[in-house]
Each structure stands twice: as C-alpha cells, then as structure tokens.
C-alpha cells in the first residue's frame, strides 16, 4: 500500500486531495467538512465527523483509505446493508471487502489470507465481530492505519440509539494499536459529541461539525384522530406530485395494513420491516433505488444506508422515539437539494405504544438481581449464556442482557469470551458408509459414535454440542472440529445455531449494592429516552419555527433565521387532538390491585404496574399471558399510565 506521502497510482508527485476525488468518486469539490477531517486523519490525528444525513460521512475514510499505509477498518451496525458501497467501491478500483456471518469457510480464509497480504484497503465490519477472540487476534497482527466508528452516537448511553457492544470499541482501537480513529455520526448533541470523543480520545478541535439547517426540508406537522389518520395520509400524498417517498411506522403489522391500503387507493406501495424475508426486503430495496414514484411503508429498519438522493418525501404515519430518530430519517429526503416534503401526522393515541416500548426496557430491581446472581454468584469459572433464554428467565429483554452484562464487563467482573454456537444441523450429502470410508483407525471410531449419538429426523440431523461432548466423554471442541471437517469436505451441509455466549468470572460482587447501582442506571436511561419522546411533541406544538429549533439542538454554529416554509411559520402553532378517552370500570380495577397478593412476581410495583396496562414482558409473547388480566381487560390509553 502506499504511505501517506505517495500517491495511490504510483506516479511520483502526489496528486491534491481534490483530484484524488475527482479521479475515484467522481466529485469535483469536498462538501462541508469532509476536507477537514480527511486532512487531521492524514496527519495522524484522530477526529470526529458530525455531518446531517447525507452529508457525505464515508468519504471522509474511504479517501484517506487510498493514502494511508495500512488497512482502513469500518465498524458499522449496518453492515448487511453496505454490499452496494463496497460494490461501487470495487468499480473505482479501491479493494474493500466485508466480514460476515455470510461467509463460509473456504471465503473466510481468503479474506484473512488477503488481509495478510495487504491486498485490501478497507474492512467493513460489525462492532459484535470483536467479541471472537480469533478475529481479534488476527486484527492485531494486521496494521491498522484507520479504525473508522459509524453511527459513532450508538457509544453515548444518552443517545438515542445505545448499543453496549459500542462502548468495548475504544479500548479495541486501543488493543490492536490503530493509528487513528475517525468516529462518524450524523445525530449527535453537545453531550453525545463530548462522550464520543472522551471515550476515543479525540481532540475538542477535531471534531468538525457541519450545518444542520436544509434549506430544501419544508417541514410540516398535521394533528389527526386516529379515525381520520388513513383517509389524511391519503388525501396529503394526492396533493403533491408523486415521487420516492418513505412513510415511516412503529410497528411491523402497521407497515403491511397500510402497503395494501395505499396499493388498493392506486399508488406504488410496498411494505418493508424486520419481519420480511431477506429476498423480500432486499427486492423492495432494489425496486425503491430504481423508481421515480414507488412509496415504501415501513418500520425504521429502512433507510439506513441506502443513497437515493431524490426522495421527494418522508411521512411519519406515527411519531418517531426522538428528535434524533426524526432528524436522522427526514435527512433521507431531498439529498439532491430539489425540495422535499417532511410531514409528521402527530396522533396522541400513539404516544402510549411508544411509551410502553421504553417502560418495557426496563426491569425491576428484583430481576437484575436474580441475573447478576446467576452470572457471578456460581462456582464454575465460565458460563455460556444464551441472551434470550437467560432474559425471559428473569425478565429481562435480550439488549439489556446484554447491556447489563457489557457493564459487568467493563467493570471488571466479567471477561468476555469468544461466542460459540451451541446446537449444529447438519444434513449428509454422501451417506454414513462413505463418510467413514474416508478415515481411519480412532477417527472413524469417533466419526461413527458421533453421527450414531446424532439426533436424526428425517433429513436433518440436530447435535447439542455440549450435550453430546459429554455423552462421548471428549471435549466439546472436538466435537465442532469433526462437524466443520465433514462440512468442508463437502461430506455434509451444516447449519449453526444458538449462539452462546461465554464469560470467565473475575472477581465477586455485593450483588446487592450492585443490584441497585445497575437498577438506578437503568431507571435513568428510562427517564432519558421518555424525555426524548416529549421533545418531539415539544418540537410539533411550539410557538417558534421548528427548523430553527431543530437547528440549535444540534448546535449549528450559524443562526438559523426563521425558515418561512415549516408548519409554524407558514400557520402558526398547532393544537392536537386529544386521545381517545376510555376509562376503565370498577371492577377491572379491583382485579388489578388483587394482583399482586394472588401472583408473588407482581409484587414489585414495576412489575404490577406493567402486567396491568399491559405492557409486554420477555416471559410473555403476548400481555394475554400476564397473570390474571388479558389485553381486552385494557385499554390503550391505561397502558401508557405509571
């Protein structure tokens, strides 16, 4: 690779930065800020990118990437969705490859093996590939010019999108010995910015924050009943001239009602969400990039990544979680600086779903107590946890699980271990008699005990892999060991599952104390992420320009003047429509407080309190399963009191 002071096509007079992005992406002139970073990160100096949606973030590592001496590596939560920017990066000649579970063995080892070889300028990778002890490994002995942090705010607790795999990122960065960091956001406040760069330790001066102010966004917030919010979306997506256009929803169920709605009223729709079938999202994704008109109903799993500049509208069907959620999807809109159109129906009937969401992350003080007692009050010195089983034994959501156990972690309690799958299918391609045919002696002996202690069905075979180490009495490695030779050898297809994830105790705990430390910890975000959700209807309902507001959140330096074309400045403040009023009978009532004298787990007033208004619980798949009361015992509006 070349060194920073050589250019990367060999000729000896190294060309301007301008002509370097002329020649590889195309633009003639660097956006707000790009010049900024890209020229400390030459310097060897760490920064910070803080760029509204659209603001051209990648460049700032993928042209140093072509200047630095040493592999460019991008963590990124997005991974699944970056195949077209690492594919448009192959068009331009610049070698970048992605680490994913995708991969299979055979393409793990040329990957590694081209790593090794220097033959690949930039890595995409998840921030959970840390956690293999093997990958981490191979990273250090690799040089790391550049270790660049997407969505870098996930670091920040008081962010609106928290990730606990973001915050073991620096003293990675740290451990394999990068030479710079670059951490990239497009939402970050005063106080997310200063936690970003405390934990990467990033100058105050190098972190560059460009405007936030699009003077092309007209904003626009509609009230609605919830009676009238179909007929409304409808009636406002007639009234402008058709183009791309993102309606954004809470909840999956939501996504396909409204798809079919809107296709039956005769426009392009689609739905997309996490429930859909790869193939499924990806061609909904493939025909939106495509078309001048499509609209794609969807949950917020879409939009990230995706570089469509001519978007000409985005609509919240329902209200976004925060003003960082709002800003980050309305910045998908208009990124060709043609006009576009924001507008955010607000109904108050959906504040308590939202609510609920926030309510349910958190756990009782009595559940924390009971996990961090299985965690660190047993005598074996490791244990594997599987995130969704050990949550719903003690109700716990699975991200707090983890959440809570990257605190242990970082606290030195716990050492997190390399995750390991705990069951494999496999299912032969040859039959038994040719698979043994091909050992010998002890081996086929073993092959032959193993595939015989297999549970068959009628295809497919299922190993629990610790289960069947000790029924054979050999450790379990030689176990996964035998099933990945008979995959590699092309002798069987095989499938894992399960992922576990092991910890080695380090030191004990006043499990009390540390009970309530966690239990206070938790009851702060909760506040943190409620407060989130008011601002936003904060934002709607306010005497002032809401573009201007929305501008001096994220600390624009320049004076934001009133816009002239956001909802207040075009009609003044609006008033909503008050929520459906439904009260509950005496009755109801009195069986919600017998609850928790006739059910000991809802003697927590928390957990009483969720059980009667329904909010869900990890070891419930439906508030129909709470302990004496069904949904239909409450009504939307009780669900959201505390």
């Known amino acids: 690779m070349p060194t920073p002071s050589e250019p990367a096509d060999g000729s000896t007079t190294r060309a301007p930065l301008e002509d370097l992005l002329a020649r590889h992406f195309g633009h003639r002139s660097f956006h707000p800020g790009q010049r900024e970073v890209i020229t400390r990160l030459l310097a060897g100096d760490s920064a910070a990118a803080v760029f509204p949606t659209g603001g051209g973030k990648s460049i700032c590592y993928q042209l140093p990437a072509l200047l630095l001496d040493g592999l460019t590596l991008v963590v990124s939560p997005l991974i699944a969705l970056m195949k077209d920017q690492i594919d448009a990066l192959a068009e331009r000649g610049i070698e970048a490859r992605r680490l994913d579970s995708s991969l299979d063995a055979e393409q793990h080892r040329s990957l590694m093996d081209d790593l090794r070889g220097g033959r690949v300028r930039l890595l995409y990778v ?86 936030f102010y699009r003077e092309n966004l007209s904003l626009r917030f509609t009230p609605v009943r919830a009676e009238d919010r179909d007929e409304q979306l409808i009636g406002a997506l007639r009234a402008r001239p058709a183009g791309p256009t993102i309606v954004y929803v809470t909840l999956q169920r939501s996504a396909e009602r409204l798809a079919s709605l809107l296709a039956r009223a005769g426009f392009d729709a689609q739905p997309y969400h996490a429930g859909l079938e790869n193939d499924r999202r990806a061609a909904v994704q493939d025909a939106f990039l495509a078309s001048d008109r499509m609209i794609v109903v969807a949950t917020i799993a879409f939009g990230m990544g995706i570089d469509k500049p001519d978007i000409r509208g985005v609509v919240h069907y329902n209200p976004p979680k925060s003003l960082d959620h709002y800003a980050q999807e309305i910045g998908r809109a208009g990124r060709d600086g043609l006009p576009a159109h924001c507008e955010l129906q607000l109904c108050l009937d959906d504040i308590p779903v939202l609510q609920n969401f926030v309510h349910g992350d958190t756990p009782t003080r009595a559940s924390i107590r009971s996990l961090i007692g299985e965690l660190l009050d047993g005598r074996d010195e490791t244990i594997a946890v599987a995130l969704t089983q050990i949550g ?107 992922v576990l994830h092991p910890y080695r105790r380090l030191r004990g705990a006043d499990l009390d104390a540390l009970a309530d430390a966690l239990y206070q910890r938790a009851l702060l975000r909760e506040r943190a992420e409620l407060a989130r959700l008011d601002a936003v209807l904060d934002l ?59 059910h000991l787990e809802l003697a927590d007033p928390r957990a009483c309190s969720r059980g009667s208004c329904a909010v869900s619980r990890p070891r419930c798949s439906a508030a129909r399963s709470w302990p004496g009361m069904s949904s239909s015992d409450v009504s939307p509006q009780c669900r959201s009191r505390r």
């Open 540 to 598: 709607a309902t306010q005497d002032a320009c809401q573009a201007q507001t929305l501008s001096r959140h994220y600390s624009d330096r320049e004076p934001t003047l009133p816009c002239g074309h956001c909802e207040h400045c075009l009609g003044g403040p609006i008033r909503l429509a008050p929520a459906t009023a439904t009260d509950l009978d005496e009755a109801t009532w009195r069986r919600v407080a017998a609850l928790p004298a006739q």
């Open 126 to 211: 998840a921030p959970e590939r840390f956690d293999n002890e093997r990958f981490r490994a191979s990273i250090a002995e690799l040089k790391v010019a550049l270790f660049a942090v997407d969505e870098a705010h996930c670091i920040s607790e008081w962010g609106h999108n928290f990730r606990p795999d973001y915050l073991k990122l620096a003293g990675v960065a740290r451990t394999i010995g990068a030479r710079a960091v670059l951490a990239l956001t497009a939402t970050a406040t005063e106080r997310v910015l200063e936690d970003i760069c405390q934990s990467f330790a990033i100058a105050p001066a190098n972190a560059i924050r460009t405007r």
């Open 392 to 498: 719903n034994a003690h109700d716990v959501r699975p991200l707090v699980v983890r959440t809570l156990l990257t605190y242990l972690e970082l606290e030195g309690y716990v050492e997190a271990l390399t995750p390991i799958y705990g069951r494999f299918r496999f299912r032969p391609i040859e039959d038994e008699g040719a698979i043994l045919a091909r050992l010998t002696g002890e081996p086929r002996e073993f092959m032959q005990r193993l595939l015989a202690a297999s549970q068959k069905a009628r295809v497919w075979y299922t190993v629990d892999a610790a289960k069947l180490a000790a029924q054979l009495d050999t450790p379990r490695d030689r176990i996964v060991r035998a099933l990945d030779w008979l995959a590699n050898e092309q002798l069987v297809e095989l499938k894992a599952e399960g």
